[in-house]
């Protein structure tokens, strides 16, 4: 008997058919419309109506939060820089203080950030949106922008409600895979080398007992990669996140691992990347896939079957192999979890450079101190710490050859290299954050992002609580 049939990992083109022309109903306007609803599309949304304007925030999924939600992660990441200063205010350190004020998430001494629940993250990301007054459509799926002498009218969508649409005087792509943008007309790239980085599914497992768990990843350190209790555990009853275990073994001896040609720390799987994030009694583990275009309907199906035939065979691996697992159960699946994809061409491209040296710019509007964080095909994993911190130019938010849109998140302009730093999602909060208040002062200028005014930008930003620096900088006063 034949096994079941294998999903294409690629897209062939068959043929064409001509599609009628439509006339679509606008059912919303807005001065800023937000196409993303994860950590830059609710960012962006809250500062650009706290700057006065009406916004509408369009997501695809039936909830806010992104990355802080949908795919179970737990950890947001470093707010603050190796010398211990916060790089992170504004919108993003506010949703943070919300969370641990409600019982979503606990502070991390010895990281300097917090550990999240993403359910409670979902209800906390919601409420700051409509508190803020920010119309909020859900279950929208963008389908393409409407664009007249480089500059977007309109963006069609698709629902239950089939297709229509929605006007704005500026748009904020926080799509992730910068959709409206490309979609636009606007230059893009993507990364097709052999380091791009992996697509994954998550699983999340209860009943898991996490003492034991930790138990033994002190014991086979060698195997083991941040399995560690909290510093204030004490006697307390069960376990407080976070809990990162991530069995692996260093490529070569070393403490923290090798450290390859270029610099990183290099750490490879006892099995292909078993991540388990474990708090309490719940464990996350991934399936990953590998050298995936996931801007390509085909490849991302691919991943999907084998990230969750991945993950289960990881999962079945910890309940044989380690003590705590063996009675885990599955109780969730993640949506497709994207580290890389299409990046926009802007005005200001952030390399790897200005990583190293601490770049500083005039046009700063927000900060960075994310280590760089590969997750590679196979079983590799490499991470470099930063040093210190660097500026986020406005620049690299605006996309070549449109006149009013911005991007946030992800797919701002950087290259590949930095890209594995500003991925994360402090930096995908300042970055939101600035690109709503620039458009929502654009809208004064009658949509032209390149008309708003830097320094203006940056005084709405501090006002709001975002930091642009660490360290006395006279050009901010």
Same mark, same amino acid.
């Given at each position: 008997?034949?096994?079941?049939?294998?999903?294409?990992?690629?897209?062939?083109?068959?043929?064409?058919?001509?599609?009628?022309?439509?006339?679509?109903?606008?059912?919303?306007?807005?001065?800023?419309?937000?196409?993303?609803?994860?950590?830059?599309?609710?960012?962006?949304?809250?500062?650009?109506?706290?700057?006065?304007?009406? +916004?509408?925030?369009?997501?695809?999924?039936?909830?806010?939060?992104?990355?802080?939600?949908?795919?179970?992660?737990?950890?947001?990441?470093?707010?603050?820089?190796?010398?211990?200063?916060?790089?992170?205010?504004?919108?993003?350190?506010?949703?943070?203080?919300?969370?641990?004020?409600?019982?979503?998430?606990?502070?991390?001494?010895?990281?300097?950030?917090?550990?999240?629940?993403?359910?409670?993250?979902?209800?906390?990301?919601?409420?700051?949106?409509?508190?803020?007054?920010?119309?909020?459509?859900?279950?929208?799926?963008?389908?393409?922008?409407?664009?007249?002498?480089?500059?977007?009218?309109?963006?069609?969508?698709?629902?239950?409600?089939?297709?229509?649409?929605?006007?704005?005087?500026?748009?904020?792509?926080?799509?992730?895979?910068?959709?409206?943008?490309?979609?636009?007309?606007?230059?893009?790239?993507?990364?097709?080398?052999?380091?791009? /980085? /992996?697509?994954?599914?998550?699983?999340?497992?209860?009943?898991?007992?996490?003492?034991?768990?930790?138990?033994?990843?002190?014991?086979?350190?060698?195997?083991?990669?941040?399995?560690?209790?909290?510093?204030?555990?004490?006697?307390?009853?069960?376990?407080?996140?976070?809990?990162?275990?991530?069995?692996?073994?260093?490529?070569?001896?070393?403490?923290?691992?090798?450290?390859?040609?270029?610099?990183?720390?290099?750490?490879?799987?006892?099995?292909?990347?078993?991540?388990?994030?474990?708090?309490?009694?719940?464990?996350?583990?991934?399936?990953?896939?590998?050298?995936?275009?996931?801007?390509?309907?085909?490849?991302?199906?691919?991943?999907?079957?084998?990230?969750?035939?991945?993950?289960?065979?990881?999962?079945?691996?910890?309940?044989?192999?380690?003590?705590?697992?063996?009675?885990?159960?599955?109780?969730?699946?993640?949506?497709?979890?994207?580290?890389?994809?299409?990046?926009?061409?802007?005005?200001?491209?952030?390399?790897?450079?200005?990583?190293?040296?601490?770049?500083?710019?005039?046009?700063?509007?927000?900060?960075?101190?994310?280590?760089?964080?590969?997750?590679?095909?196979?079983?590799?994993?490499?991470?470099?710490?930063?040093?210190?911190?660097?500026?986020?130019?406005?620049?690299?938010?605006?996309?070549?050859?449109?006149?009013?849109?911005?991007?946030?998140?992800?797919? +701002?302009?950087?290259?590949?290299?930095?890209?594995?730093?500003?991925?994360?999602?402090?930096?995908?909060?300042?970055?939101?954050?600035?690109?709503?208040?620039?458009?929502?002062?654009?809208?004064?200028?009658?949509?032209?992002?390149?008309?708003?005014?830097?320094?203006?930008?940056?005084?709405?930003?501090?006002? /709001?609580?975002?930091?642009?620096?660490?360290?006395?900088?006279?050009?901010?006063?």
């Amino acid at each position: 008997m034949n096994g079941p049939a294998e999903p294409k990992r690629t897209t062939e083109v068959l043929g064409a058919v001509e599609v009628p022309a439509a006339r679509v109903p606008v059912i919303a306007r807005a001065d800023v419309v937000v196409a993303g609803g994860g950590n830059a599309g609710v960012a962006a949304a809250v500062a650009a109506a706290r700057t006065g304007a009406s +916004v509408l925030l369009v997501e695809r999924y039936g909830y806010l939060g992104g990355m802080t939600t949908g795919t179970f992660n737990t950890g947001p990441g470093t707010m603050f820089d190796s010398d211990g200063q916060r790089v992170l205010g504004g919108i993003g350190w506010e949703i943070e203080e919300r969370m641990v004020a409600t019982g979503g998430a606990l502070r991390v001494t010895g990281d300097h950030g917090f550990s999240n629940f993403p359910e409670h993250m979902k209800l906390v990301a919601q409420e700051i949106v409509l508190e803020a007054g920010v119309d909020l459509l859900l279950h929208a799926w963008l389908c393409r922008p409407l664009v007249r002498d480089g500059r977007v009218t309109a963006a069609v969508l698709l629902s239950k409600n089939g297709l229509f649409a929605v006007e704005g005087s500026v748009f904020v792509d926080a799509t992730g895979d910068a959709d409206l943008a490309a979609g636009a007309g606007a230059a893009c790239e993507t990364y097709d080398g052999a380091t791009r /980085q /992996q697509v994954s599914v998550d699983l999340l497992a209860c009943n898991v007992d996490g003492r034991k768990v930790m138990a033994w990843g002190s014991a086979h350190a060698d195997e083991s990669w941040g399995a560690r209790l909290p510093e204030d555990d004490g006697g307390t009853e069960g376990l407080r996140p976070p809990y990162v275990f991530i069995m692996t073994r260093p490529e070569t001896g070393g403490e923290g691992g090798a450290v390859n040609r270029e610099g990183f720390m290099r750490r490879v799987g006892s099995m292909p990347t078993i991540k388990a994030m474990v708090r309490r009694s719940c464990v996350r583990i991934q399936g990953n896939g590998d050298g995936v275009d996931p801007t390509d309907v085909r490849a991302i199906t691919w991943t999907e079957v084998v990230g969750r035939r991945g993950a289960l065979r990881h999962l079945d691996h910890l309940k044989r192999n380690v003590p705590g697992f063996e009675d885990a159960f599955v109780v969730a699946q993640s949506p497709l979890g994207v580290r890389e994809s299409r990046r926009i061409v802007g005005e200001y491209t952030v390399t790897l450079d200005d990583w190293k040296r601490n770049a500083r710019f005039p046009d700063v509007v927000g900060l960075n101190a994310r280590g760089l964080d590969r997750h590679l095909a196979g079983t590799v994993f490499e991470y470099e710490r930063s040093r210190g911190n660097h500026d986020i130019p406005y620049r690299s938010l605006i996309p070549k050859g449109l006149s009013n849109v911005l991007v946030a998140g992800r797919c +701002v302009s950087v290259d590949h290299d930095a890209h594995a730093s500003l991925r994360g999602m402090p930096a995908c909060w300042a970055i939101g954050h600035a690109a709503g208040t620039a458009a929502a002062l654009a809208v004064r200028a009658g949509g032209a992002v390149r008309g708003v005014d830097v320094k203006d930008l940056q005084r709405a930003l501090r006002a /709001q609580g975002a930091i642009l620096s660490t360290q006395p900088r006279p050009d901010l006063d």
